[in-house]
Every structure is written in structure tokens, then in C-alpha cells.
């Protein structure tokens, strides 16, 4: 067929020399085609892996900067907690305090020296017992508030441990981050449900006795 079509297109006749030279051509082309092909191939798989990196790079991003919002909000809302805590216990300090001076102003008034004469006067007793559960909701404050302290502080490390991640994306393995989104799960696991309730329960609290309420407030009057 070669030599049909090559006579076609010249006058000369076609020799063995030619029809060689049209088929060393022809393989030359093939060898050639097959080379274009070969690189285009590996160009797309390459882009393909390429695009696969950026594709996971950018899913590990997402994933982290979604735990950073979720402890973002978490952390204001624990910060609302301390501040309610605080404002709280300072109220409840103040109230401890007038009642404090009330005792001591009648003990001035009665000459009240011993515990025994306190709590047969209503007023100082009132005020005492006042003063037990005061105190003991004082005391479950403080517990709360360092509760959300250090709950808060582990939050914002958390946070800065996913920045520095981020930073090194692309070196992390998928397992590292999972192990960190479990960790941060287990806390916000934990303290949202905290967040939700109360300031503090009265469940359980322990008041001081009475005695150790009147040694702390009495008025340690001299005797001569």
C-alpha cells in the first residue's frame, strides 16, 4: 500500500530503498507518539497526586480551624462563668462581712464573752448560722472558679498546640491529628455540659461548725 501511495504522488518508480526509508519513518513517528504520550501521562498523574496532597492539606486544615472555633466559644463562655462566679462570691463575701459586724456590735452591746452566752442570744446565733452556710457556699465558688481557670487554660493550649499543627500541616500524619481532635473532644466533652449548669450546687456542701464560725468572729475581748 506504501508503494502505491508513494507512486501516486512521483513520476520515479519506487525502489527497495525508498520503501525502507518509508518505513524506518513511519516507526520513527510511532516511537515518537508513543513518548508524547508517555510524558502527558505522567504529567497528569502527577498533577493528580499533587492536587490529592492539597486536597487532604486542606480537609486537616479545615478539621483543626473548626476545633479552634468550637474552644473559641467554649473559652467565652467559661470566662462568663468565672466572671458570674466571682461577682457572686464577692456578694456573698460582703454579706459575711455585714453579718460579722453585727455579731460583734452585740457582743459589744451585751457583753457577750463566751460561746455558750452567743448562741442564747438570737441575734448572734441567727447570724452564725447564716454565716456556716455562707461560708460554705463561698468555699464552693472558689472550687468552681478554679475549675473553669484551669479548664480555660487548657483550652487556650490546646489552641495554640492546633495553630502550631497548622503551621506543620503538611508534615502530620493523619493519626497525630486525630489523636489531637480526640483529646480536644474529651474537654469539650467535658466542660460544656459544665457551662450549661449552674454556677454551683449546694448538693453535698459542708458547712463549718458552729464553734469554729464563732471563734472566727467573736471579738477576743483581754481579760484581766
Keep these: 500500500m506504501y508503494v502505491e501511495d508513494l507512486k501516486r504522488g512521483t513520476n520515479k518508480d519506487i525502489g527497495p530503498k525508498d520503501i ?19 510524558t502527558v501521562f505522567f504529567s497528569i498523574l502527577a498533577l493528580l497526586v499533587s492536587f490529592n496532597l492539597v486536597s487532604a492539606s486542606g480537609l486537616k486544615t ?6 479552634i472555633c468550637e474552644i473559641s466559644s467554649l473559652r467565652a463562655k467559661i470566662i462568663d462563668k468565672i466572671d458570674q462566679a466571682v461577682e457572686m462570691r464577692t456578694r456573698l463575701e460582703h454579706q459575711m462581712a455585714n453579718l460579722q ?4 456590735s452585740e457582743q459589744i452591746r451585751s457583753g457577750i464573752i463566751s460561746q455558750q ?22 468555699k464552693r465558688l472558689n472550687e468552681r472558679i478554679v475549675y473553669f481557670q484551669k479548664g480555660n487554660e487548657h483550652l ?13 500541616i ?21 466542660l460544656i455540659p459544665e457551662t ?12 463549718l461548725p458552729i464553734a469554729r464560725v464563732w471563734d472566727q468572729t467573736n471579738i477576743k475581748f483581754r481579760l484581766n
Design 20 to 38: 525502507f526509508e518509508v518505513g524506518s519513518n513511519k516507526h520513527r513517528g510511532v516511537k515518537m507518539q508513543k513518548r508524547v504520550y508517555g
Design 62 to 67: 479545615e478539621t483543626l480551624e473548626q476545633k
Design 101 to 104: 459586724g453585727e455579731i460583734r
Design 117 to 138: 452566752e452567743a448562741l442564747q442570744n438570737l441575734r448572734i446565733r441567727y447570724n452564725l448560722g447564716l454565716i456556716q452556710v455562707l461560708h460554705a457556699y463561698v
Design 156 to 168: 487556650r493550649f490546646l489552641a495554640d498546640q492546633i495553630k502550631d499543627d497548622i503551621a506543620l
Design 170 to 190: 503538611n508534615t502530620l500524619k493523619d493519626m497525630e491529628i486525630d489523636n489531637l481532635t480526640g483529646r480536644i473532644n474529651r474537654v469539650l466533652d467535658e
Design 196 to 207: 450549661e449548669k449552674q454556677i454551683f450546687n449546694v448538693t453535698g456542701i459542708r458547712m
